[in-house]
């Protein structure tokens, strides 16, 4: 029998007030052994443990060793405008918090004033704390007939708000992340998001383990 238990999560129900795609913490256990989080209004892929010694090594799993995670996860994006450069891109400014306590926002920290400018959105925003390293890569995307691309991109061990600050900090926030720059949507509260695949290697199982969610809605009904 699977140690992990994985389920399909709709964007309308926050997993955590202030939660990220993270790992969980010691104390997830009290919430039915949550394995990672989802930002508000990402919906998707969440795995759950059975039981504590299955935790206990998933989350070994998914911290990973020397900063890399042994667990990859696929998302899907609708962003604004067209992802510059040629594709795969990698995006890998380290992040920190908001100067702005209040704000909830992650920025960004770019190595020179020509990056700072080069996207459109945030500009030489002001940060507290030490910037951890964070990698996100966007793998292909498909323009669409409103002039917005729907992306496909992967991370392994991600931060607070990664795929949505690393985006936007290149010009093409998320549509309807009105956080990080994006025009609200017009039909939906949130934005387009989500967490499409999980792939590890399964320690008890010894094989591979994929695990893909539906196809949302915002992707089924896309025109290109």
């Not at 939660?19 to 949550?34: I, N, V």
């Not at 504590?52 to 994006?77: C, H, P």
């Not at 030490?130 to 992967?154: E, F």
């Not at 609200?184 to 893909?212: A, D, T, V």
Request: hydrophobic fraction near 35%; charged fraction near 25%.
């Amino acid at each position: 029998m699977l140690e992990q238990l994985a389920g399909s999560y709709p964007e309308v129900l926050p997993v955590k007030e202030n939660s990220g795609d993270a790992p969980a913490d010691h104390s997830r256990w009290r919430e039915g052994y949550l394995l990672h989080r989802l930002d508000n209004w990402t919906s998707g892929v969440l795995l759950f443990a059975r039981n504590q010694e299955a935790f206990e090594t998933f989350r070994s799993l998914i911290r990973g060793s020397a900063g890399k995670s042994a667990v990859e996860k696929e998302y899907l994006a609708c962003v604004e405008g067209r992802i510059p450069g040629s594709l795969p891109v990698s995006i890998e400014y380290p992040m920190a918090h908001s100067s702005k306590r209040s704000s909830g926002k992650m920025v960004a920290v770019k190595n020179s004033p020509e990056e700072e400018i080069s996207g459109s959105f945030p500009w030489r925003e002001k940060y507290r704390g030490n910037p951890r390293a964070a990698k996100t890569r966007i793998l292909s995307c498909s323009v669409s007939r409103d002039g917005g691309s729907i992306c496909r991109i992967m991370i392994s061990r991600g931060q607070r708000h990664q795929i949505r600050c690393h985006l936007a900090a290149i010009g093409c926030p998320i549509q309807g992340d009105t956080l990080y720059g994006a025009a609200p949507l017009k039909q939906k509260e949130g934005f387009l998001l989500q967490h499409q695949k999980i792939r590890f290697f399964h320690p008890f199982l010894q094989k591979e383990i994929i695990i893909e969610a539906p196809m949302p809605e915002w992707v089924r009904k896309a025109r290109f």
